[in-house]
């Protein structure tokens, strides 16, 4: 919809449409960093304490359960860094250069983007949205996390609540507002398919740990409140 808005030429020009907008800058640049580092003491805290209190596990193994969970920060960083690397990489293959104010003159061999515009050039090549891809599974993730916030039964009066309730508001804050970019990437930036590709790369890949890696017992697993049986009796066994 969006793709067909901005073809249509019926999306009128605003100050988001600048990649130098704040949001942008702050925040999508590094959209990554902002969920690793506010997921990471919210999974610490809730998993633990749901361990605690939930499950009746001792502080020993209550804390080696929320290192393993951990481990889904861990996934994340290494989906993020692969997919980001996937699509320079398919950019650079698929691109050319052309050198702005000399239109009659063809194509440089330039190896990569980044030597074009350091040359003061133009690549155009098939550019996978980045900021599809990733605001969409940063949004997925966030959901699937804080998800166990119901489940905990922490005194509403002590310190560890106030914190985790600090940490989930700001986390449905960060989750608005990388909806909200998605939307604008969808009505300003790239074409549909870049922008469709970027998407299936993000839900298929919260798809593929959520939904099938995180269910099987050599993996960090899910959130504790949506064990499957199986699982559960598996780290019974243990």
Known sequence: LGSALKDGHLVPDRPLQNKRNPLNVYFVKVAWAWTLWLLLPFITLSTYELARGRFLYG???????????????????????VCTELFIYVENLTGECSLQGQPGQGPRPYASKRECHRDGGVWNGFD????????????MMILEEVAVLEALSIDRSSKLRVVIDILFVSLCLLTVIWVFMFLCTALYFHDFSQKLLGVLIGLSAWYGTYRFWYLKP?????????IPLSSKKYSYSR
């Open 128 to 139: 996978i949205s980045g900021h599809c891809f990733l605001l969409s599974y940063c949004a």
């Open 218 to 226: 050599f993996s960090p697993g899910l959130p504790l409140p949506n």
């Open 59 to 81: 502080r020993t193994r209550s804390a080696l359960l929320a290192l393993r969970r951990l481990g889904a920060l861990l996934v994340g960083t290494a989906v993020w860094y």
